[in-house]
């Protein structure tokens, strides 16, 4: 009789793992013609003309998104409040925006206040902290465009914060933010300073200062509302009513100890912070879509370079059983990925909305990137939105910046 029904639960769980099973995902090659980056960012930024824009000339291999069952509607998922999408234009301040949009959210949901904060207040005072670094460590760091979410948390307490209206850094007559000038003029006066040893912080900090000041404009120290002065941090405190310390960066990978605050060992991480709550991959869904479903809303960064990342076909993404079968994905299988360097920290992006479909769960990502523009199912529903499969984000998604209160269970355990 034991050996009877211990074949029967043999039987009833292969049943139960092939029906977990997705159909087999065929692939296809596709090139593609240029998109909303080319015909309308670098229109504007640069004044291309479309005609003079080609094709791509190598083919991508993408997952082929035909029979597949993929959400395409934002307004069919549960949503938390958020301001619409806006562009980060011909910049990599991914970070800044993805960050700002998720408090701009919580500033909603703390004080019913609806602001728009500046992402640039904030590109501005993380150039600043390169400089000052850079001098302090004799050139000993990575120089990039790219940060870090908590790069957004970090400048706010130190800094304060700005809303769009008093600092935009767009020029007058500037429809999109172009920021490539002004990065390889800062990163050639950095070059200078460290060929000839010229490590003077003041000076240096002051120089890039004024190569900000040209490219992007000055911000200003006071503004006035309502007939009263705010210097940045009285905004921060008093308007704005954002306490930085309430916020975390949850990571979750292998090559550092669980339970731990960590270093993300990533470039853009060019400060080497290891504030960063590592837990396992199963805690970091669970965390996720705990997070949601109280009203708190997350920023997400992590690779978006994959064969079922399907920005121009569905504003999807999601992992090709050809890739890895869905009951494969774990932890092993994500740090893997990151340790050969198939998974890279390329993007981030505000998580705003979860929908269960036909057993999994999707969720809504809110986008300051060109990709989610392109077009998916319904351009004019769905313009700056993506769809992210469960498996996607648990394969592939790094890390996310959330109020301390999603972690209150895991606390104890750090």
Not at 70 to 84: G, S, V
Not at 109 to 114: A, D, G, I, P, V
Not at 182 to 210: C, H, P, Q
Not at 248 to 266: A, G, H, N, R
Request: charged share 20%; hydrophobic share 35%; net charge negative.
């Amino acid at each position: 009789m034991k050996k009877l029904i211990s074949l029967s639960a043999f039987f009833l769980f292969t049943i139960q793992l092939f029906a977990q099973q997705p159909e087999n995902n065929s692939g296809k090659f596709i090139s593609y013609e240029p998109g909303y980056y080319q015909n309308t960012i670098l229109k504007g930024v640069e004044k291309f003309e479309i005609q003079n824009l080609k094709p791509e000339t190598v083919s991508t291999f993408k997952l082929n998104p035909k029979g597949l069952i993929i959400p395409d509607n934002k307004n069919e998922f549960t949503t938390m409040w958020h301001l619409p999408p806006v562009s980060q234009g011909n910049t990599n301040t991914c970070w800044s925006y993805s960050a700002i949009s998720m408090l701009e959210s919580e500033i909603y949901r703390l004080t019913r206040q609806e602001i728009k904060l500046s992402e640039m207040y904030i590109a501005y005072c993380e150039y600043i902290e390169r400089a000052e670094l850079f001098v302090a460590r004799r050139g000993n760091i990575y120089i990039g465009e790219g940060s870090e979410l908590n790069a957004v948390i970090k400048n706010m307490k130190k800094y304060g914060i700005l809303p769009y209206s008093a600092y935009s850094g767009l020029q007058e007559g500037q429809e999109f933010h172009s920021h490539d000038k002004m990065f390889e003029e800062i990163r050639n006066y950095l070059d200078g300073v460290k060929s000839r040893n010229a490590w003077d912080e003041a000076t240096v900090v002051s120089t890039v200062k004024s190569i900000m000041h040209h490219y992007i404009g000055t911000p200003p120290a006071i503004i006035t509302i309502n007939g009263k002065q705010y210097s940045p941090q009285q905004y921060l405190k008093d308007v704005a009513r954002i306490n930085p310390d309430e916020y975390v960066d949850v990571l979750s990978i292998m090559q550092q100890p669980y339970w731990k605050l960590v270093e993300f060992e990533v470039p853009d991480n060019w400060w080497h912070d290891k504030t960063y709550y590592n837990i396992p991959l199963d805690d970091f869904m669970k965390i996720l879509k705990k997070a949601l479903k109280n009203g708190l809303t997350v920023a997400l960064a992590g690779d978006v370079s994959e064969a079922g990342f399907l920005a121009r076909e569905a504003n999807a993404a999601l992992i090709p059983s050809f890739d890895i079968p869905s009951v494969a994905i774990d932890e092993n299988a994500r740090q893997f990925r990151f340790s050969n360097g198939t998974t890279t920290d390329d993007h981030g992006m505000h998580v705003i909305g979860y929908r269960e479909l036909d057993g999994t769960t999707w969720y809504l990502l809110k986008d300051s990137g060109a990709g989610s523009r392109n077009g998916g199912p319904d351009k004019n529903i769905n313009f700056g939105y993506y769809f992210f499969h469960e498996d996607y984000i648990k394969l592939k998604m790094m890390n996310f910046l959330v109020h301390k209160n999603a972690m209150n269970e895991l606390m104890s355990k750090f």
